[in-house]
């Protein structure tokens, strides 16, 4: 039997858990709900279609879509054959433990650097040193390095989930080291790595701090090449933009709007891969 201070102090806890669960769920709820009846109702066709004409004062964020997709586009090509190429390697060759060790808190220390940093060092190495100048492209080589330690940490611990017997069965079937690898170990965790794929995009669509130093912040339309060597602004680059600068917060709600509906479908997306690929391995 409990005591009564004992059940007392257990009620309590729950009580405490109830109240915290609650108030978080409210805060998230006001906040998606907030920007969702600020922004939506200046969403419009035109806006989405269209770039800013400051003769008539028309705004559009067209050029703000499509330089968040290239970015997007490039960052990915990038960061994820180094991020997968790393991680295997630290997984299934490195041999030196100390080496591996060095390497995954280098990562760790990475990862949690203030993106405002990543871009000033993005700014003097990519834009300066490199010759890039204020770009896309300098945009996309520093989200790289930010994203490289999720893209390679998600990999590691997938590619730790399938069984060493995997590994030790093709290898008895006279099989080599990366025929294991790219027939028996990476179709084994193919939905970790993709979910840390999709995780990164959710990272690259909501970075704005670096940006703002290397992409610039211009609405300039223009193709895929193009546009990779001129700078032009990402959708939360416009957004502070359009708040900060020019004071349009209806355009600014709007975008908001559209980057949480981007974040809702790419979580989504996630656990829709996660889902299926784990079904697809119970078969």
């Known amino acids: 039997m409990l005591s009564k201070k004992r059940k007392a102090y257990i009620g309590a806890m729950k009580a405490a858990m109830y109240i915290s ?47 968040t997709l290239y970015i997007v586009l490039a960052t990915l090509i ?19 433990k100390k080496l591996v060790g060095m390497i995954e808190y280098a990562a760790e220390t990475l990862s949690g650097i203030p993106s405002i940093i990543y871009g000033l060092v993005g700014m003097l190495f990519f834009c300066q040193f490199l010759g890039f100048k204020t770009s896309l492209l300098a945009g996309s080589l520093t989200l790289v390095i930010m994203n490289l330690p ?19 069965g093709a290898f008895g079937l006279g099989a080599g080291k990366w025929r294991v ?46 546009g990779l060597t001129s700078p032009g602004a990402s959708l939360t680059v416009a957004l502070y933009v359009y708040a ?20 809702f479908l790419i979580n989504l997306s996630a656990t829709l891969v996660s889902r299926y690929f784990a079904k697809k391995r119970e078969l």
């Open 244 to 263: 900060k600068e020019q004071g349009e917060f209806g355009v600014a709600f709007a975008v908001a709007a559209i980057l949480m509906i981007l974040t």
């Open 78 to 96: 990038l960061v994820i054959p180094l991020g997968v190429g790393a991680a295997i390697y630290l997984t299934e060759y490195a041999k030196n």
């Open 181 to 226: 690898i790219r027939t028996v170990v990476l179709p084994g965790c193919v939905d970790g790595v993709i979910t840390g794929c999709i995780l990164s995009i959710g990272r690259i669509l909501g970075e704005s701090a670096a940006l703002l130093f290397t992409a610039g912040f211009a609405h300039a339309l223009n193709g895929i090449f193009e």
């Open 150 to 168: 999720t893209v390679m940490r998600t990999t590691q611990e997938s590619l730790k989930t399938v069984p060493q017997s995997y590994r030790d």
């Open 21 to 67: 669960t609650g108030l978080t769920a409210a805060l998230v709820i006001f906040l998606v709900a907030y920007v969702f009846v600020k922004g939506i109702p200046h969403i419009s066709w035109e806006l989405l279609s269209t770039k800013p004409s400051y003769i008539s004062g028309r705004i559009g964020i067209l050029p703000d879509i499509l330089n």
